[in-house]
Every structure is written in structure tokens, then in C-alpha cells.
T-cell receptor, first 113, second 115 residues
Framework: EAQVTQNPRYLITVTGKKLTVTCSQN?????MSWYRQDPGLGLRQIYY???????DKGDVPEGYKVSRKEKRNFPLILESPSPNQTSLYFC????????????FGSGTRLTVV | AQKVTQAQTEISVVEKEDVTLDCVYE???????LFWYKQPPSGELVFLIR??????QNEISGRYSWNFQKSTSSFNFTITASQVVDSAVYFC????????????FGKGTTLSVSS
């Protein structure tokens, strides 16, 4: 089944403790992206990647890092999480540069206390 | 600047009613893409439809239909004979033609269908 898999689905952590949210897709998509969803602010792009070793900042990149060493994986790294990063996170992938619509993962609900 | 407006924050209907979700967009680009996504209570985002700016044909898929009108910059979504399973948040989104640029989402419309 074609899908984007995120892990974990739920995570509660403490301020400053580094964490990684994994994202993997099995559709051989070139384009991958991370979004966060917050009440009243909607969905905003954090980082995106056009292909292996090619990443760039989205609208709200502060406090996040990403890497794209393999085509299928696009992990989101929070080096020192803070409470304002409490959010619902989505990974997405798309063929080519994103014109064809994104397939989203199931989401990761992160709480930073 | 690009913007997507979904003026209806919440809509409540009774099963079998038809309901239209409005979406108005702003962009200066001549080539762009419009999308609708559904977010059910379980939280995932489900792709419903994609439309490019050169294709103004309306589309029907089962009980779902979409009306794209460039003249009014609108891309409205109609559910015919709504069902309880249609209860969800629906997002309209816009993307321009530049590689790598983000999907710009509207704030969403929460649809509640009661039996």
C-alpha cells in the first residue's frame, strides 16, 4: 500500500530533550515536506526537500532540522524542544516538485512540557 | 501574496442535506494548483482533489463535486446527500508553480453531519 509513515503518533517530552520524528514513504517520491498544524494558525510548512541531499526552509523553520540522506526518509529533528513546539506535525510526499498533490502521513502529536 | 479564505468556520447539517463549502483564493500567478483535503476526527489528512489553473472543468466524484471559477477566484466543494461519515474538517489549499513552494492552506471548515 502506498503510504507515508510517521513515527511516533504521540509523544510527550520535556523541554530541551532532543527528539526525532521519523518519516518514510514507499512511493519513490522526490519531494517531501514537513508541516505543523496549530489551532488558529492552520497548517504551515517547516522544511521541504526536493530530492536526496536537497533541503530548504519553509515558513517556520526555527528550532527544527531535517536531513534527506535517502529518498524514502525525511526525519524531523528538534535539537532542543520548547513548549511552543507543541503541535500536530505532518510529513508529506509528492512526485516531482509537489504539483500533483501531497500524500500526508497520519500525523505526530507532540507535547513539550 | 497568496491566500486562501474559507469563510465558513463551522457548518452543521442533517443527514441527506446537500452542503457547499466555500473557498476563495488569491494569487498573482497565472499557473497554480488548487486542492481539497479532508481531516476526519482521527486526524489524518486525506487528499480529495487537485485542479490546475488551466482546467476549469467542474468535477464530480460520487457524492462530491467541485466548482472552479477563475472569474471569482473560487473553488467550492459540494457534498450531495451528506452522511455522518462526512463529518470532518475540510481544507482548501493553493500552490503556485514554483518548485518547492508550500501548500497554502485555508483555516478549514468544520462540517458536522447529524443523523
Amino acid at each position: 500500500e502506498a503510504q507515508v509513515t510517521q513515527n511516533p503518533r504521540y509523544l510527550i517530552t520535556v523541554t530541551g530533550k532532543k527528539l526525532t520524528v521519523t518519516c518514510s514513504q514507499n512511493m519513490n517520491h522526490e519531494y517531501m515536506s514537513w508541516y505543523r498544524q496549530d489551532p488558529g494558525l492552520g497548517l504551515r510548512q517547516i522544511y521541504y526537500s526536493m530530492n536526496v541531499e536537497v533541503t530548504d526552509k519553509g515558513d517556520v523553520p526555527e528550532g527544527y532540522k531535517v536531513s534527506r540522506k535517502e529518498k524514502r526518509n525525511f526525519p524531523l529533528i528538534l535539537e532542543s524542544p520548547s513548549p511552543n513546539q507543541t503541535s500536530l506535525y505532518f510529513c508529506a510526499s509528492s512526485p516531482h516538485s509537489g504539483h500533483y498533490g501531497y500524500t500526508f502521513g497520519s500525523g505526530t502529536r507532540l507535547t513539550v512540557v | 501574496a497568496q491566500k486562501v479564505t474559507q469563510a465558513q468556520t463551522e457548518i452543521s447539517v442533517v443527514e441527506k442535506e446537500d452542503v457547499t463549502l466555500d473557498c476563495v483564493y488569491e494569487t498573482r500567478d497565472t499557473t497554480y494548483y488548487l486542492f481539497w483535503y479532508k481531516q476526519p476526527p482521527s486526524g489524518e489528512l486525506v487528499f480529495l482533489i487537485r485542479r490546475n489553473s488551466f482546467d476549469e472543468q467542474n468535477e464530480i466524484s460520487g457524492r462530491y463535486s467541485w466548482n472552479f471559477q477563475k472569474s471569482t477566484s473560487s473553488f467550492n466543494f459540494t457534498i450531495t446527500a451528506s452522511q455522518v461519515v462526512d463529518s470532518a474538517v475540510y481544507f482548501c489549499a493553493l500552490r503556485n508553480n514554483q518548485a518547492g513552494t508550500a501548500l497554502i492552506f485555508g483555516k478549514g471548515t468544520t462540517l458536522s453531519v447529524s443523523s
